[in-house]
């Protein structure tokens, strides 16, 4: 009989022609068009018709929906004429958040966009001779500052040169389709890795055109099976990072140190990606493991590839660092024009090496965050508490009820991310936090629709906020997405 009433409720809406010709939508259609407002109607009247037919709305719920329409038809227009995007607070402790847009920019990145992007620039255009320059000078000398020296000194390429692409994946592609299209690539069954989003090293390979010629087995490879699978067809020998997983027990890698050497002996080219490629010595964050780009080109790697929004902290880009004349014959390949960046990724990278070479690490984001020891997090962790703590208090001494929000300050571990760093964890201070009546479930998507949304963590039923990963003028906001909560 439910249909039945439902479809007699369903008579009472009025169409999307009598709700738009309203007076109180009247303005809005003058102000934004008559489409987007029209748009707005359907949708709203779409969804109470679907409450309707479900059951969830009764013949006097109806008369509430209807009473306050109009109003949901303008929520509904300036929700869909509003950013889509938007920028959360990150309380995951998660510091390279790929679905949280990885590394954040630094300031200097964003004002240097500002500067040459809103005007024109000279990114193809050189001023002292009046003649056409190309995109890659502006950060290629950065980077040799930072990688040529000092990779020069172990065995690495006396030359180095650096081009960008629009990701590391991007950069593999490349990598691979210029130095092994027609032949053959050889790489460990140990390090045949994906990386979310599809990023699958046999399938890059067979875009590349090159072959893949898989050697020694998941666990163990060694020198000697490289060596063995040599032929007339092998144009590489390939190294990959093992970003997002360990192999423990009974195991063995060829060193990056072992494959360079044999490719120098055998003449071919050795090339690592290494995904994250840190551009600072880790360990002094805490962090091993993790091979930086210069360990790599210290070793006699002669091609790296690498992230610009990982470890690097800047915009998203895939960096390929290597031998001279390899990587002069990337810039060659048409892929290269396919694949190249924008202006804006030009001055935001610029930026951060320029953060680098002037040891301003501070200034990039990611790395901050890496150096907040657990004692600074804590002190925060313990103020948010405190103030959150002083608001269940009234709301005692106000309402005699028991406070809904039970805060407390808990030691805990912040990870990379980004498919860095797998095992390396950094010691920190949470909030773990449960309110009465709701589950940490419930709490997290309430903090996530928050304004600003701010995205938690969810263990053993409490929620978890990390405030490594939480820009200090946002503890605020956490402390006022929570009040509202709880209120
Ligand atoms: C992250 C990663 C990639 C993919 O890099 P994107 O910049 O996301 O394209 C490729 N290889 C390794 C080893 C990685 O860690």
Same mark, same amino acid.
């Given at each position: 009989m439910k249909t039945a009433v439902s479809s007699e409720l369903l008579r009472k809406l009025p169409s999307v022609d009598e709700l738009v010709r309203r007076p109180e939508l009247a303005s809005l259609s003058a102000a934004h068009g008559h489409a987007p407002v029209t748009e707005a109607a359907r949708i709203v009247l779409a969804g109470v018709r679907q409450e309707l037919s479900s059951g969830r709305l009764d013949a006097r719920g109806l008369e509430l929906v209807l009473s306050g329409i109009a109003g949901a038809v303008a929520r509904q227009l300036r929700r869909s004429l509003s950013f889509s995007l938007r920028s959360v607070i990150? =309380?995951?402790?998660?510091?390279?958040?790929t679905n949280l847009g990885r590394a954040p920019l630094a300031e200097t990145a964003i004002d240097h966009i500002r500067e040459t992007a809103t005007r024109y620039s000279n990114l193809e255009f050189q001023l002292d001779a009046g003649t056409r320059g190309k995109r890659d000078v502006h950060v290629d000398r950065l980077f040799h500052r930072l990688l040529a020296d000092e990779a020069s000194s172990g065995s690495g390429p006396a030359d180095i040169s650096t081009i960008v692409v629009n990701n590391n994946a991007a950069a593999v592609l490349l990598a691979l389709n210029t130095m092994a299209e027609g032949g053959e690539v050889i790489v460990s069954r140990g390090e045949l890795v994906e990386i979310g989003g599809s990023f699958r090293i046999p399938d890059v390979m067979v875009k590349s055109g090159a072959l893949l010629r898989e050697v020694g087995t998941t666990n163990r490879t060694r020198i000697g099976d490289y060596e063995k699978a040599i032929n007339d067809r092998t144009r590489l020998l390939l190294r990959v990072h093992r970003s997002n997983f360990e192999i423990t027990g009974f195991t063995e890698q060829v060193s990056a140190a072992d494959l360079a050497a044999l490719g120098r002996a055998r003449g071919l080219p050795v090339m690592e990606d290494l995904g994250s490629g840190a551009l600072v010595d880790l360990g002094s964050f805490g962090i091993s493991g993790e091979p930086g780009v210069l360990d790599s080109l210290r070793d006699g790697v002669e091609v790296v590839t690498y992230s610009g929004d990982k470890l690097l902290g800047g915009p998203q880009a895939g960096l390929i660092s290597g031998r001279a004349d390899l990587v002069a014959r990337m810039r060659a390949n048409s892929l290269f024009r396919a694949l190249r960046v924008d202006k804006l990724v030009y001055a935001a990278l610029e930026a951060t090496l320029l953060g680098y070479v002037k040891r301003?690490?501070? =200034?990039i984001p990611a790395l901050r965050m890496m150096s907040l020891s657990q004692d600074e997090i804590g002190k925060r962790a313990e103020a948010v508490e405190k103030k959150l703590n002083a608001v269940s208090g009234k709301q005692l001494a106000a309402s005699r009820s028991a406070p809904k929000l039970k805060v407390e300050v808990v030691d805990g571990e912040s990870v990379i991310g980004g498919g860095a760093a797998p095992s390396s964890v950094l010691p920190t201070r949470l909030l773990a936090i449960t309110c009465q009546g709701l589950s940490a479930d419930e709490l997290a998507s309430r903090l996530r629709v928050s304004d600003p949304p701010v995205v938690a963590r969810v263990d053993q039923g409490r929620l978890l906020l990390d405030l490594r990963t939480v820009f200090e003028n946002q503890d605020e906001s956490i402390v006022a997405a929570l009040e509202k909560i709880a209120a």
């Open positions: 990150n =309380a995951t402790g998660v510091i390279l958040h301003e690490h501070n =200034a």
